[in-house]
Every structure is written in structure tokens, then in C-alpha cells.
């Protein structure tokens, strides 16, 4: 049982948009930065989005990211075939002194 | 170009020992904090580990008190000392760097993993 909770699948077809939502609580995401992770097949995982809504050089600005509360919300615009992956939010969570992952939402492209 | 290139994973016996190394290149190592993920066959990610650059450690409920996590400015390198395996430690082990600033940012860089399997 992951400390964050999202979707477990989400589907759109190209060229839509799709939204990605990680529920947490106080002592992770309602207090801490929130980031969000891609995971093609068979590769290792790509950070998105960092510090809830910022994103690492070369990520497209189809990708965005936002934090309200103790949840957080990862976007992707213009769907392509190439988005289909596991999306995974992570933050820290301060009375686990841990850092915490979701389960993991797999995006399917239609 | 930043690299992490993770080595030493292979197949041990329940109850044995495992040293995990991450060799990393391309930035300033000094100012990063390191992590160790997992992730077992065909499920989600799980963190294992977190080092500052001072060498204070933060474990998983899971792995504290088996594995151990430390780093060399000397070898710019992390490793994982995995004792008392257990089959349910088997999963792939990715390191990770993330901010020495703010431990809630998140984990900028990977490396490609190393495979640890857990089975008598």
C-alpha cells in the first residue's frame, strides 16, 4: 500500500489531454515539494516535473505540474503514442523521514 | 554529460551479503545528496536510501538496519551494503542524486540499474 495514492490507469487518445492526480496528507505532499516521474518500457525513471511545477531542461512544456493542498496533479498536453509509460508523483514525508512514491498510473495512448 | 553507472548486483542467497556501487561523473558531486531505489519485477518504485554530502543517512523502514549507504569523494562513488538479504529484496536498484537543499525536491538524474535476485 503506497503512502500516495493515484490512479492506477488513465487513457486519452492523441492529441488530447490527460491529467494525473497523487493524493497525500500534512506530513507529505501538503508540506513538501511534489515531483513526477516517467517510465517508459524497460527504462529507468525520468523526473518530469520537480518542486510541483517545474521542469528539467529538455522536458516540452506539454508537461506541467501543480500542487494544491495535500494533492498534486500532473498534466500532459497534445497526447502522443511516445507518453505511453508509468507516471509516478514522489514527495518526502517529514514524520516518516522517508521519501514516499504513489503506486504508479500506467497512460495509455488510444 | 552526468552519468551514474550502478554495478555489483548478481544472484545471492537468502541470508547472505551484496555491495552495490554507483560511479558518478559529469557534476559536482560534492554538492548533491544520493539515493538508492528500487524497484521489484513488475511493480512500482520504492526507496531505499538517501545520503547528504556530510554523510547523514535516511533508510526505508524496510532495509534499516541491513543495508548500510555511504559515499567516497575519493572514487565519486555511493554504494549500498545489503546484509541479511531477504527474496523479497529482489528488484532492480537504481542510485539517484536529488538536492543537497531541499530533501523534498526531487531525484534530478538516474543511472540505468543493477540487478539484485534474492533466491536459494
Known amino acids: 500500500q503506497s503512502v500516495l495514492t493515484q490512479p492506477p490507469s488513465v487513457s486519452a487518445a492523441p492529441g488530447q489531454t490527460v491529467t494525473i492526480s497523487c493524493s497525500g496528507s500534512?506530513?507529505?505532499?501538503?508540506?513538501?515539494?511534489v515531483s513526477w516521474y516517467q517510465q517508459l518500457p524497460g527504462t529507468a525513471p525520468k523526473l518530469l516535473i520537480y518542486?510541483?511545477?517545474r521542469r528539467p531542461s529538455g522536458i516540452p512544456d506539454r508537461f506541467s505540474g501543480s500542487k494544491s493542498g495535500a494533492s498534486g496533479t500532473l498534466g500532459i498536453t497534445g497526447l502522443q503514442t511516445g507518453d505511453e509509460a508509468v507516471y509516478y508523483c514522489?514527495?518526502?514525508?517529514?514524520?516518516?523521514?522517508?521519501?514516499?512514491f504513489g503506486g504508479g498510473t500506467k497512460l495509455t495512448v488510444l | 554529460e552526468v552519468q551514474l553507472v550502478e554495478s555489483g548486483g548478481a544472484l545471492v542467497q537468502p541470508g547472505g551479503s551484496l555491495r552495490l556501487s554507483c560511479a558518478a561523473s559529469?557534476?559536482?558531486?560534492?554538492?548533491?545528496?544520493m539515493n538508492w531505489v528500487r524497484q521489484a519485477p513488475g511493480k512500482g518504485l520504492e526507496w531505499v536510501s538517501n545520503?547528504?554530502?556530510?554523510?547523514?543517512?535516511y533508510y526505508a523502514d524496510s532495509v534499516r538496519g541491513r543495508f548500510t549507504m555511504s559515499r567516497d569523494t575519493a572514487t565519486i562513488s555511493v554504494y549500498l551494503q545489503m546484509n541479511s538479504l531477504r527474496d523479497e529484496d529482489t528488484a532492480v536498484y537504481y542510485c539517484?542524486?536529488?538536492?543537497?537543499?531541499?530533501?523534498?525536491?526531487?531525484?534530478?538524474?538516474w543511472g540505468q540499474g543493477t540487478l539484485v535476485t534474492v533466491s536459494s
Open positions: 539517484a542524486t536529488s538536492s543537497e537543499y531541499s530533501i523534498s525536491s526531487g531525484m534530478y538524474y
Open positions: 559529469g557534476f559536482s558531486f560534492n554538492g548533491y545528496s
Open positions: 545520503i547528504g554530502s556530510s554523510g547523514t543517512t
Open positions: 500534512s506530513s507529505n505532499i501538503g508540506n513538501n515539494y
Open positions: 518542486d510541483n511545477n
Open positions: 514522489g514527495t518526502w514525508d517529514s514524520s516518516l523521514s522517508a521519501r514516499v
